[in-house]
């Protein structure tokens, strides 16, 4: 969320026997970590991690309801003592004790199984939950799901550090969102040069069911439909271009059958300044990864989207790490779903350039949809664990009232503004623009705003904000500025005093994207002006309920 993140802190370390204990203090958090030096490979049975709160006390949780799990429930605000019902929360899982927020995170996750957060009906307290080794798998609704477990959660080296636990202490909502702790304690890059990942905003296929208006062509997975797309990344200047499932025949890349002409697509995307993006499942790479990311990179293709993992036990995780070390080898850039939350991978293997472990913009699609309380809940939960790819930007924007599921043109609950916003304050280096082109093509001025927005920051300030509710805030790229905010079940007035972000003395032409008087009852009604201003400027921006605003300030 910034071009630099201090690691400063105090640390101790306490040695016994062949075990070390790592105890690191910053100033918004304390964390720690084992190391081992033991010879040989070794079976850890268990792992203590006990949080001594009261069952009165305020939670946030992540709900997740069995070992394998998607990692995309609604945020549930509960107390302590109710996750009992549930099976267990991903991280962050967020207590308030004495005025403080604090969070549970961890980092550097490692041929390891990833750390939950459970409350066994005969414990005293919440506990963490870690999932055992398979034993055995097999394949269901195209998932490999473990389905007999050992009685062991890792099979590791003898010599290794293991992750940081991390408790994470905010004394306001804002300061949940403003958080680096498991990009701080993340392991280091493992690539010597980095300098050919790029990320960039992509347009995108399977969201909206391939659907064109106005076209000579039958659309769906064919060579037509994919040129159209990527001239229209190239009409409004997003970087990317990606096929999403279908375009693959059989289990593996190597083998299969390709429905369409992916040689001449790339070829045609480098013509026009786009690079693509390939969606695989999971399984597709099981036993054939290197070959098939191999034939991937000689057909020009820039990254993978790799999909259907939904597991975070040991397994599940090197399967992360295994895939981010090979796509590196071939030049290929990563972004994951169906996955677990992020855990510092991303740092690791900076290909990686986003996750879901979230629920975006895709339960949409369906009877289920994504709430505009949940899409700001996000920026305090999910946010904190790192990259979240929820592909925004839909363009047919209902209340929850009108709302009704579709595949081919499905809308989105909250309004257009409340969409846009998204693309700001959901940090992601790769951003998917979820609509058609010929959406899109309906309002040149928005797509083209979105298709270029930055996808990495050099400073992120939150202005202010409020769990549950809404979120403001500002970033910066170069000396350009980005002001966005998402309101939650009410309206929401917000003052904006520019003097805290531009430089005194300097015009700056703003471009912004509000909710209008009337977006309350047509949620796609979205007010776009372009102004002059200075730090000397201020902005009161209403927010309607469900909705946003996004504003792009450049020098003059």
């Not at 300098?195 to 995108?204: C, E, L, P, Q, Y």
């Not at 595949?407 to 309004?415: E, Q, W, Y």
């Not at 304050?425 to 309906?442: G, I, N």
């Amino acid at each position: 969320m910034r071009a630099l993140v201090k690691d400063e802190y105090n640390q101790s370390e306490f040695s016994f026997g062949a075990w070390s204990l790592y105890v690191r203090a910053y100033n918004d958090s304390m964390a720690y970590r084992f190391a081992s030096k033991f010879e040989g490979e070794i079976k850890v049975k268990s792992e203590t991690f006990e949080l001594k709160f009261e069952d009165e006390l305020n939670a946030v949780c992540q709900p997740t309801f069995g070992t394998r799990a998607d990692f995309e429930c609604f945020t549930v605000l509960e107390k302590v003592g109710k996750l009992k019902d549930i099976f267990a929360s991903c991280l962050p899982y967020i207590v308030e004790k004495q005025g403080y927020k604090i969070s549970v995170l961890e980092s550097g996750t490692w041929d390891y199984p990833s750390m939950r957060v459970n409350y066994p009906k005969d414990a005293k307290s919440p506990q963490g939950w870690w999932s055992n080794y398979p034993k055995k798998s097999e394949v269901k609704s195209a998932v490999m799901t473990a389905v007999e477990f050992e009685d062991y959660i890792a099979k590791t080296s003898g010599s290794r550090s293991f992750p940081w636990r991390i408790l994470f202490v905010a004394r306001t909502d804002a300061e949940l969102i403003d958080n680096d702790a498991v990009c701080r304690l993340a392991e280091k890059s493992k690539l010597e040069d980095a300098s050919w990942v790029k990320g960039g905003v992509s347009v995108w296929d399977w969201w909206n069911d391939w659907s064109l208006e106005g076209v000579d062509f039958k659309t769906g997975m064919n060579n037509e439909t994919l040129k159209y797309y990527i001239d229209f990344a190239a009409k409004v200047g997003a970087q990317f271009s990606l096929i999403d499932e279908g375009w693959l025949e059989g289990n593996s890349v190597v083998t299969g059958k390709f429905r369409v002409d992916m040689k001449m697509l790339a070829d045609y995307a480098k013509s026009k300044n786009v690079r693509l993006l390939v969606w695989v499942r999971a399984l597709h790479l099981l036993n054939d990864a290197e070959e098939a990311m191999k034939k991937i990179s000689e057909l020009g293709i820039a990254g993978m989207k790799i999909d259907f993992i939904e597991h975070d036990d040991q397994i599940a995780n090197d399967f992360h790490w295994k895939m981010a070390e090979l796509a590196a080898k071939y030049k290929l850039l990563v972004d994951y779903h169906g996955c677990y939350r992020p855990n510092g991978l991303n740092r690791a293997y900076p290909n990686v350039l986003t996750f879901e472990g979230g629920r975006g913009n895709e339960y949409n699609k369906m009877k289920n949809p994504s709430l505009p309380v949940h899409d700001v809940n996000l920026v305090f939960t999910r946010m904190q664990t790192g990259p979240y790819d929820y592909t925004p930007g839909a363009m047919r924007n209902v209340n929850l009232k009108d709302f009704a599921p579709s595949n081919a043109n499905p809308p989105a609950v909250g309004t257009r503004a409340h969409q846009l916003a998204m693309f700001v304050l959901y940090f992601s280096p790769l951003q998917v623009m979820c609509d058609s082109p010929t959406a899109y093509e309906k309002y040149l001025d928005t797509a083209k705003f979105i298709a270029t927005v930055p996808t990495v920051w050099d400073e992120t300030v939150v202005l202010s904000a409020k769990l549950n509710d809404f979120a403001v805030l500002a970033r910066r790229s170069g000396e350009i500025w980005y002001i966005c905010g998402m309101a939650a079940d009410s309206d929401r007035d917000v003052k904006i005093e520019l003097s805290k972000l531009l430089k005194a003395g300097q015009k700056y032409e703003a471009e912004i994207f509000t909710d209008t008087q009337n977006s309350y009852k047509t949620a796609q009604d979205c007010k776009r002006e372009v102004k002059e201003l200075s730090s000397k400027d201020s902005l009161d921006i209403k927010m309607t309920k469900g909705g946003g605003f996004v504003m792009k300030l450049s020098k003059k």
